[in-house]
Antibody, heavy 119, light 108 residues
Framework: QVQLVESGGGVVQPGGSLRLSCAAS????????MHWVRQTPGKGLEWLAV????????YYGDNMKGRITISRDNSKSTLYLQMNSLRAEDTAVYYC????????????WGQGTLVTVSS | EIVLTQSPATLSVSPGERATLSCRAS??????LGWYQQKPGQAPRLLIY???SRATGIPARFSGSGSGTDFTLTISSLEPEDFALYYC??????????FGQGTRLEIK
């Protein structure tokens, strides 16, 4: 069955950096566009970024644009999110997700990894 | 950015009754709207896409309708496991999709 497993969350100080990972199994990872979505108590669900199946195309939302980089390693079936210059308002659960048939509805999600930005 | 406004914020309904949840878009999204269910400690689960198509494995008691700016998720006869948070999401402005703020469906 499909499994997306995030890791790399934790507590980081304001201004710090963190890299999240998402290990995929049960899907043809190298043929799937992959996304990051976060959920905060204040703003709810926010789409962050997408990367094409081959890594050649990336789009970012405005919320963290310039501070995040999405990447992937198809040989490891793993998706990444590098986050820099973190702020308190970036405290959230971060999910990786696969979209349904490329339609930008998310039919598979990881369990999420909690990032807490605090001094 | 298209803003999705869900109403009500909390809906209290008895098991076996019908629940109707609303989602209004700040501008037309045509039929490019989906619905998710989320339970505590879990990721969202896709229920409905493109207004009225049920995702794989979703029971027939879940249905969606609407177009343009006004959309509805209807749960025809509530089961105990249906009490949860529900979110709408538009994909009209892909890749920059947006979500509503959610409706909490609670047991009356």
């Amino acid at each position: 069955q499909v499994q997306l497993v995030e890791s790399g969350g934790g507590v980081v100080q304001p201004g710090g950096s963190l890299r999240l990972s998402c290990a995929a199994s049960g899907i043809p990872f190298s043929t799937e566009n992959m996304h990051w979505v976060r959920q905060t108590p204040g703003k709810g669900l926010e789409w962050l970024a997408v990367i094409s199946y081959d890594g050649s195309t990336k789009y970012y939302g405005d919320n963290m644009k310039g501070r995040i980089t999405i990447s992937r390693d198809n040989s490891k079936s793993t998706l990444y999110l590098q986050m820099n210059s973190l702020r308190a308002e970036d405290t959230a659960v971060y999910y990786c997700a696969k979209a349904l048939g490329g339609m930008y509805y998310f039919d598979y999600w990881g369990q999420g990894t909690l990032v807490t930005v605090s001094s | 950015e298209i803003v999705l406004t869900q109403s009500p914020a909390t809906l209290s309904v008895s098991p076996g009754e019908r629940a109707t949840l609303s989602c209004r878009a700040s501008e037309s999204v045509r039929n490019s709207l989906g619905w998710y269910q989320q339970k505590p400690g879990q990721a969202p689960r896709l229920l409905i896409y493109d207004t009225s198509s049920r995702a794989t494995g979703i029971p027939a008691r879940f249905s969606g309708s609407g177009s343009g700016t006004d959309f509805t998720l209807t749960i025809s006869s509530l089961e105990p496991e249906d009490f949860a948070l529900y979110y709408c999401q538009q994909r009209f402005t892909w890749p920059r999709v947006t979500f509503g703020q959610g409706t909490r469906l609670e047991i009356k």
